[in-house]
């Protein structure tokens, strides 16, 4: 177990949850993965051509898979998204309820809050309380099957 979460943030997705995620000790194998992830996103940008959304929508799947790969290929930022990316579903992440039942998702993913909003303030003073780094998980429920 990696830790705990309560995802009850709501969300305008219906089917997307978030909440704190609190980690424990085990966390510490998977935290540098989901750092790597979330630097590589943040430095996420490409000069590719890509078309517009009318031509995309002219190509067939295969055509636009093709091009999108050409065009983000050669971009060593996408190679990192990707290969971080992939390092983090090697770990299979899953929800469990609070009867030890996996909970369906597609995805799960966990964010490191900024530094500067993982500090608390103490309600009684409202002196700044330093914290440990605290971090958002949100995940994206399986398709719930008509009853």
Do not use: K
């Amino acid at each position: 177990m990696l830790g705990h979460t309560n995802l009850g943030t709501p969300s305008d997705d219906p089917d997307q949850q978030s909440g704190m995620f609190e980690p424990e000790p085990p966390f510490e194998r998977i935290e540098p993965i989901l750092g790597a992830l979330d630097r590589a996103m943040r430095e996420f940008e490409t000069d590719a051509p890509l078309p517009a959304p009318d031509e995309l929508a002219a190509m067939t799947r295969e055509e636009q898979a093709r091009m999108i790969r050409s065009a983000l290929g050669g971009d060593s930022v996408v190679r990192r998204v990707v290969e971080s990316q992939r390092a983090v579903d090697a770990f299979a992440l899953h929800l469990r309820d609070e009867h030890d039942r996996e909970v369906p998702t597609q995805f799960i993913a966990i964010h490191r809050l900024p530094d500067h909003a993982a500090h608390a303030r103490d309600s009684s003073n409202g002196a700044s309380i330093s914290a440990r780094a605290r971090y958002v998980l949100v995940a994206r429920m399986e398709e719930r099957s008509a009853p």
